[in-house]
């Protein structure tokens, strides 16, 4: 009897793991075995983000609101006083509601519009989506994502189903040749390249992305049948150069792709060439900085103890921390590689200086799971990084709101605060504009809205002081 219970529990623990290690060894079906194992909770153990709401918020009605005191910013006003900020119905209004909003006081904090990161890759599972809302993160643009999860993942926090930032996808990005993976989707001509944009845009994708192997030729046709849908183009570069791609008519370049980091004075002629291009095509950046800078910090990153850490899965964490260490080449980290990348960051930050001041829209992305990238919580880094670079925190904390929603399109409904926005704020402690430049300015986090619901509340200081 003690053998068949025996033989009767082992099974089902055999099938899990077995379970487990498909979705380990098998990256090109991460995206799908993944949702499945974290449905069944067999990720593994994990901290719960704090202040988080439990449950989903459904596709209910949002509650009016009311914001009172603390004060305002978004780029288009400023920093000023909050006059009363009204939620009503999902969207910002100029006018209070006919019945009693709930208020929420806001004395001795900062209201902000909620943060956009125009760069990610769905890990699947939830708790990606968890660490982007309670790091303030309302919006995020899906560059590489298996085409069926992301437009699931889209649909499922739009209804209130899912935890987790408003998406807009692209699918998998458009490779040359054969695919390695789920994420990506191999294209063998300029006419197979178009063919796919068209399927792409009527299973509903907001924009496409190009990576590895894309020559001119098939970027031209990818771009013209992708403007032709109203899609916009993410581009990775490599067979074309930024100038090249600029003038096709890429709506934004992807981790300052096709530009060269090199040193020396013909690289230096070359990137002011890049400036210009970009600048007359109105083509934006997204620098991605902070992926740079784990190239070279990840090996201390992907320590156990890495407190980012702590909300991802134990299962799937020490699959992401083996998988990027690979990925970044770790074991070659010798001083002087360590210093090789460090000097390449430098470089890609003066860059983006050269850029924002020539006029380019610079974007705030961080390429989050690459390099151990914290969902979220690293987007704060790569705005302080921003700073670093020489950015005013306001400009880029507008890198992160109103220039991401321009560039996709979605200007004076994203990435602000004026009437008829969408409901997504994010209120902080204390006012990050005060005193000396701080690069800090989104950290600390006492509440997140969005569409109107609050998904994540946490007690001011003076609320922990009265207690």
């Known amino acids: ?253 992807e981790h300052a792709s096709g530009i060269d980091l090199e040193e020396g004075h013909a690289a230096d002629a070359r990137r002011e060439a890049a400036i210009g291009a970009m600048v007359a095509g109105h083509v934006a950046l997204t620098p991605t900085l902070v992926v740079a800078e784990h190239a070279f910090t990840i090996a201390e990153l992907g320590r156990p103890d890495n407190p980012a850490l702590r909300f991802v899965p134990r299962f799937m964490r020490r699959f992401w921390i083996a998988s990027q260490l690979a990925n970044a080449r770790a074991e070659e980290l010798t001083p002087l590689e360590t210093e090789k990348r460090r000097g390449r960051l430098g470089r890609l930050e003066r860059f983006v200086l050269r850029f924002h001041q020539a006029g380019g829209r610079v974007l705030a992305g961080t390429d989050t799971p690459a390099f151990l990238v914290a969902p979220g919580i690293d987007m704060h880094r790569e705005i302080e990084l921003l700073v670093e670079a020489g950015l005013t925190p306001a400009e880029a904390l507008a890198s992160a709101t109103s220039e991401a929603a321009a560039a996709m399109g979605r200007a004076g409904e994203l990435g602000g605060l004026a009437p008829g926005c969408r409901a997504d704020l994010l209120i902080v402690e204390g006012n990050p504009f005060s005193g000396a430049p701080r690069a800090d300015i989104t950290r600390d986090i006492r509440l997140v809205v969005k569409d109107g619901r609050i998904l994540l509340r946490r007690p001011s200081s003076a609320e922990v002081g009265a207690n």
Do not use: C
């Open 1 to 253: 009897m003690r053998k068949r219970v025996a033989l009767g529990v082992s099974i089902p623990v055999v099938v899990v793991f077995i379970g487990i290690l498909i979705a380990l060894l098998l990256p090109s079906n991460l995206l799908t075995l993944t949702e499945a194992l974290d449905r069944l909770g067999l990720l593994g153990s994990r901290e719960r983000i704090p202040g988080l709401i439990g449950t989903p918020p459904g596709d209910d009605a949002p509650p009016d609101l009311l914001v009172r005191n603390g004060l305002l910013w978004d780029a288009a006003g400023g920093l000023r006083p909050n006059p009363g900020l009204y939620l009503v119905a999902g969207r910002i209004s100029g006018a209070a509601p006919s019945g009693h909003p709930r208020i929420i006081d806001a004395t001795g904090m900062t209201i902000l519009p909620g943060l956009i990161d125009m760069h990610v890759h769905s890990f699947g599972g939830t708790f990606g989506d968890e660490m982007m809302i309670g790091s303030g993160i309302t919006t995020a643009r899906d560059l590489g994502t298996q085409l069926a999860g992301a437009l699931r993942h889209r649909q499922e926090s739009a209804s209130g189903v899912r935890i987790g930032p408003r998406l807009f996808v692209t699918g998998p990005y458009l490779v040359s040749g054969a695919a390695t993976g789920d994420q990506e989707i191999g294209v063998s001509s300029p006419e197979t390249a178009a063919a796919l944009v068209r399927r792409f845009a009527d299973a509903g994708v907001d924009g496409i992305k190009v990576h590895s192997g894309i020559d001119e030729a098939t970027l031209r046709a990818v771009v013209a049948e992708a403007h032709k849908r109203g899609l916009w183009v993410a581009a990775h570069l490599d067979r074309v150069d930024a100038v090249q791609a600029s003038g096709i008519g890429v709506d934004t370049i």
